[in-house]
């Protein structure tokens, strides 16, 4: 394999004329999104010159605190971005699941990634941990965003239905299966279209990465179908804790909805 | 505000009722938010308790105490001597069903609806020839198989309260059940809910804006002004 063409400063530098490029469209029909594009890219760049710097440091000098500082940073992060996309609208009860789904569900596949498929050595091994580690709790914040957005949403439009449940004698899982159910299926959909459209509509990130960097396509490939499995476990089980826990948040210990939409007061 | 203190004259029926003084609903000293505020109140079993009073005055509240959909902000009901603080909400839902002025009507056929309630208390479901039996106790003609989203209201309502029939509770809590339906139906139906209820000493509670109604059917009616309940004599 040839090795990588190395980015200097000023074709980095050129790339950036997709943006002037976008401004000018957005400029030309009105669309008063200038402020976001510039900022959105300058973050983007600062934060990867700064995680470059943060990468080669930690690879360089390997030690499983910092490892592990990194991962609780990314996991802490997601967790807040979640919040953040729900400002002012979520329960005390259906935020500590929501952290508690994502560290669980996330860490549970990570470690099995790392040390079942991987057998990474040493353990802490930063140059695998890390990137891995944020592929899958990038890919189950996601999926956590929709599953909180579509549960408040059912609990919300199909109050009455839940309630016509209960007053049949409905425990409050049998009566918001249905809004689970779909919410399940929302949440994860993005993940399985991905996996459909994977080496026929795009070439993944990771792979074209790797390949970029000079491994065998075969060896990208591999580690690119681990890693689809391993976000389709990690988004599934995070998903499915945040449903299982999520769910009676909505209701108070005497099997009552709570509040008007259910996701505060409580 | 006026306190009312209640005075219960029952309409009863000598020998009809078996059950302890405890039984049926007691309230004592409770208070639901800024909606009730009941210092005493009865509700017998094996009769027919209609509630009346003005839009507002918490009559449904009411009922969603009966059933555990509510809970009292403070004070104690209590079911057949045991208070409903200490009953599983589940349990005594399934006991004490109620019926919602609007009853939701769930996606499926009629079929699915009716058997809805038996599903969510995992009871087996009952054959075709008491399916159709409920229909007809409840002169809802359209067949089994007919999606429910072609009903109309009135359909709808007789359909909700088939689903409640079929389960076979202890007490009935109907919230305006005459409501959707035209005069002769709503006879009908009452008439056979309440002996329903007579026969096979079940309870009703309901809710109705209708005197002429509750007095021709009930034993018991509570008069709710202003969060106050105060129960008096039918007829």
Known sequence: MNGIIDLGFYQVAAAYIFVIIVLAIIRHRGISREKEIVIASFRMTLQLVLVGYILVYVFDNPNPFITAAIVIVMEAFAIYTIFSKFRGGLSTGLKKVIALATGAGTVLCLLFFLFVIVRVNPWYNPQYFIPIAGMLIGNSMTAVSLAVKSL???????????????????TPQMATRDILNSTFDSAIMPTINSMIGMGIVFLPGMMTGQILAGAAPTTAIAYQIAIMLGILGAVALTVIFTLQMGYRTFFNKEDQLVGETGIKNL | MIALNPVIHNRSKPGKFSMSEAAGFEFIQVKYLHILDIPSLAIRPGVVTSLLGPSGSGKTSLLRLLNKMASPTSG????????????????????????????????????????????????????????????????????????????????????????????????????EPASGLDDETADCILDMLVEKTRSQNKTLVMVTHSKAIARRISDNLIHIARGRAASGAAG
């Open chain 1, 152 to 170: 408040t949403d059912g609990m919300t439009t199909r109050k009455q239905m839940v309630e016509e449940a209960l007053v049949l004698g409905a």
């Open chain 2, 76 to 175: 104690r009901i209590y079911y057949n001597g045991a208070d409903l603080a200490g009953i599983r909400p589940v349990e005594h839902r399934r006991r004490v069903v109620m019926m919602s002025q609007t009853p939701v009507i769930f996606e499926g056929s009629v079929r699915d609806n009716l058997t809805a309630g038996l599903r969510f208390q995992q009871k087996e479901i009952p054959g075709e020839d008491i399916l159709r039996n409920v229909c007809g106790q409840v002169r809802l003609a359209q067949p089994l198989d007919s999606p429910s989203a072609i009903l109309s209201g009135g359909e709808k309502q007789r359909l909700a309260l088939g689903r409640i029939l079929l389960l076979d509770p202890d007490v009935y809590l109907l919230d």
